[in-house]
């Protein structure tokens, strides 16, 4: 596949498992932004160079296409996270195949995921862009700086050009639920909230919050609860924001997320963010709650589907008194049976993420050509999985998993639960580990999938279509 303006047209090349930007132009003048190797070719130039940061910058200037859009401009919209940097040409496949007037955010990792992986946010946008000029994909996309906990984090998807900030202030959630005393209200930072005590009692007690499928009238004891929890995360959260707005020299757009705790979102707690956050002058374009429990890496949703249809259905009436923002799920993949009923119980209005499934399906193919390579990754992730899965909300037991691969089908193994847990979150250790010869398995795993990458991207567009097709078939509400 191919990109194409009237002054240049772009490609990517392979030899083996090596890869090469491939440009022709009808002039040499259209070429000279780019690294390479140029030369007279019949009536016109071509230009082979590496996958540089300057030829992804270069082709970001020559094509708007490959510049990342806000995602609040469409109404839904998916994250498909690439850990690996191979799979953009897939997911763009699934998009393309099954995922009509949904969004793709096809740039998108966790500062945690980048450290874990020693990626810089720059190599996250570099690969997306070479991955969209590989699948001809003219069509927009956006960019999403995950679980951000600090200015640095920002800083840092700033300079890469992110134009979505997913700011995560869940570590300054406090625990309410052996119940919250005034006192512990009162000792809130209020001069930061600009606020006081009596004041936001005024706001809230007595008064009737409508969920859509019930109203609830707020107590002095619920206006407690939910300022101690999440007050001290409301500044957290305007401290990013304002990093992030006033450092941005672009278009930016906010996502605030505390779904990574332990500790499920009330509808009022929900609205008191909300609230808050808007009296203190933040806006943003999605919203990620603890929902009711059920969503854990890699697997199929194990809660109560009719209890979470009511729990959307209500946090999404929330969003709506708010102008309406995005109800955005996390550890969002393989969850195939809700995804209906999010579509429906959001009118919509979702934004879905994924991350590693792409990654397990790239360790399919490794499984299907070096078996030998995925034996040591199994090793590797299934003896880091105690520490591993801290970071995650899993509840895989490596017990009832087998320690020795011999006679083991792989692909069966890499569908099977407590399988798909442990190598979902042992990437960075498998990934960063070594063969029997010293050579990084990081390295090895690059070579195996791009020796093979039309295969890769037929299971990545299968696997990744199954997630979209069920919001793109969202009555006509956009």
Not at 155 to 175: C, K, S, W, Y
Request: charged residues 20%; contains cysteine.
């Amino acid at each position: 596949m191919t990109l194409r303006t009237d002054a240049l047209t772009a490609s990517i090349r392979y030899e083996g498992s090596a890869r090469s930007l491939q440009l022709d132009a009808p002039t040499a003048a259209a070429l000279t932004p780019f690294d390479g190797t140029a030369s007279a070719a019949g009536d016109g130039h071509v230009l082979t160079g590496p996958l540089s940061t300057a030829n992804a910058l270069a082709l970001q200037a020559a094509f708007p296409s490959l510049r990342p859009q806000r995602i609040s401009d469409h109404r839904t919209s998916v994250g498909t996270g690439d850990r690996t940097g191979l799979a953009t040409l897939g997911q763009a496949r699934a998009f393309a195949a099954e995922g009509t007037g949904v969004m793709p955010v096809l740039a998108q990792q966790s500062i945690r995921e980048m450290d874990r992986l020693g990626r810089s946010a720059r190599s996250v946008m570099d690969d997306a862009v070479f991955g969209l000029v590989e699948a001809g994909w003219n069509r927009g996309f956006g960019a999403d700086c995950d679980h951000i906990k600090t200015t640095e984090g920002i800083d840092r998807g700033l300079d890469a050009g992110f134009v979505m900030f997913t700011l995560d202030p869940g570590d300054m959630v406090a625990d309410v639920t052996a119940g919250v005393a005034p006192a512990e209200a009162e000792a809130l930072p209020w001069d930061q909230l600009e606020d006081s005590l009596a004041d936001l009692k005024a706001r809230y007690v007595g008064t009737t919050l409508d969920v859509g499928h019930s109203q609830i009238t707020i107590t002095e004891q619920d206006v407690l609860t939910a300022a101690v929890k999440y007050g001290r995360a409301v500044v957290e959260s305007m401290r990013l924001y304002r990093h992030t707005l006033d450092n941005a020299q672009h278009e930016v757009e906010i996502e605030f997320a505390v779904d990574e705790t332990k500790w499920l979102t009330t509808f009022f707690e929900h609205f008191y963010l909300a609230t808050e956050l808007t009296r203190l002058g933040a806006s943003w374009s999605s919203f990620a709650p603890r929902y009711v429990d059920g969503f854990e890496k890699g697997v199929e949703f194990r809660g109560d589907a009719e209890e979470l249809r009511s729990n959307l259905a209500a946090h999404h009436a929330i969003a709506e008194q708010f102008g309406g923002y995005k109800i955005s799920l996390h550890t969002g993949s393989d969850k195939f049976s809700i995804y209906p009923l999010c579509a429906e119980a959001t009118a919509g209005l979702v934004h879905l993420k994924t991350s590693g499934t792409s990654y397990l399906c790239g360790l399919e193919v490794v499984a299907a050509h070096d078996a030998e390579l995925f034996s040591r990754i199994w090793d590797v992730s299934r003896a880091s999985y105690a520490r591993a899965r801290a970071s995650y909300q899993v509840s895989a037991d490596e017990e009832r998993t087998p320690a020795s691969l011999a006679g083991v089908d792989l692909l069966e193994l890499i569908r099977s639960d407590d399988a798909r847990q442990i190598l979902h979150v042992g990437y960075g250790d498998s990934l960063n580990a070594t063969d029997a010869a010293g050579a990084p398995l990081h390295d090895r795993f690059l070579s195996v999938v791009s020796a093979h990458q039309e295969g890769h991207s037929e299971v990545l567009a299968a696997h990744i279509g199954r997630h979209l097709a069920p919001f793109a078939a969202v009555p006509a509400m956009r």
